[in-house]
């Protein structure tokens, strides 16, 4: 159980271009989903918290504008990088947490490796 | 402002020994959870154990125990008999107590494990 999945695995595309990224939690329901970014050798830094249902929360620094996160059921958030550049050129990863988990542990995606020309 | 720090970047242990993975956390609040997640090449994040700052007792689950030392605030992560495929990169995380409870890494120690 508490599987987390993540569309596409892999995804290049050419500077300007808007790329969406889908985070599916698919055994359980999951009111907050949480996207983080990791450039190569670092740690995951926590982009935005998605609450189902309402506006997402963004960490300081990280543009709304750019990051357009939707989480439209308990089972899926979408975030979508929009005009794409080469500094966007990360690995993007969700986690979810379950509706009803005492410990809340975060489960997460498998994520998604962006690439922008 | 929590803060996770990992000081170990890289460590070699050979295989069948038992390993520490260390990690230090700052927080003012009494309510607190840490995490221990692995991450092999392949990138996908695998949960590993929990430690809650409440626990009395430390956390073990399978070859993986935590080493929760409230006092000092440390929670060392302990693998026993170490394997070929433990090799991976290695995070420790602290959960905010309250609010999204969002999960604040540290920078991980990449682990290779020997023949």
């Known amino acids: 159980g508490a599987v987390v999945s993540q569309h596409p695995s892999w995804v290049i595309c050419k500077s300007g271009t808007s790329v969406k990224i889908e985070c599916r939690s698919l055994?359980?329901?999951?009111?907050?989903m949480f996207w983080y970014r990791q450039f190569p050798k670092q740690s995951l830094m926590l982009m935005a918290t998605?609450?189902?249902?309402?506006?997402?929360?963004?960490e300081q620094g990280v543009e709304k504008d750019k990051f357009l996160i939707n989480h439209a059921s308990l089972t899926l958030s979408t975030l979508t990088v929009t005009s794409a550049h080469p500094e966007d050129s990360s690995f993007y990863i969700c986690?979810?947490?379950?509706?009803?988990?005492?410990?809340?542990?975060?489960?997460f995606g498998p994520g998604t490796r962006l690439l922008v020309l | 402002a929590q803060k996770i720090t990992q000081t170990q970047p890289g460590m070699f242990v050979q295989e069948k020994e038992a390993v520490t993975l260390d990690c230090t956390y700052d927080?003012?609040?009494?309510?607190?959870?840490l995490f221990w997640y692995k991450q092999p090449s392949s990138g996908e994040m695998i949960f590993l154990i929990y430690q809650g700052s409440y626990d009395q007792q430390n956390a073990t689950e399978g070859r993986y125990s935590l080493n929760f030392q409230k006092a000092r605030k440390s929670a060392n992560l302990v693998i026993s008999a170490s394997q070929l495929g433990d090799s991976a990169m290695y995070f420790c995380?602290?959960?905010?107590?309250?609010?999204?409870?969002?999960?604040?890494f540290g920078q991980g120690t990449r682990l290779t494990i020997n023949p």
């Open positions: 055994d359980f329901q999951a009111t907050t």
């Open positions: 986690s979810a947490r379950p509706l009803h988990m005492y410990q809340e542990t975060q489960y």
């Open positions: 927080t003012s609040d009494p309510s607190y959870g």
């Open positions: 998605s609450n189902e249902g309402s506006k997402a929360t963004y």
């Open positions: 995380a602290m959960r905010e107590p309250q609010g999204a409870q969002k999960l604040v």
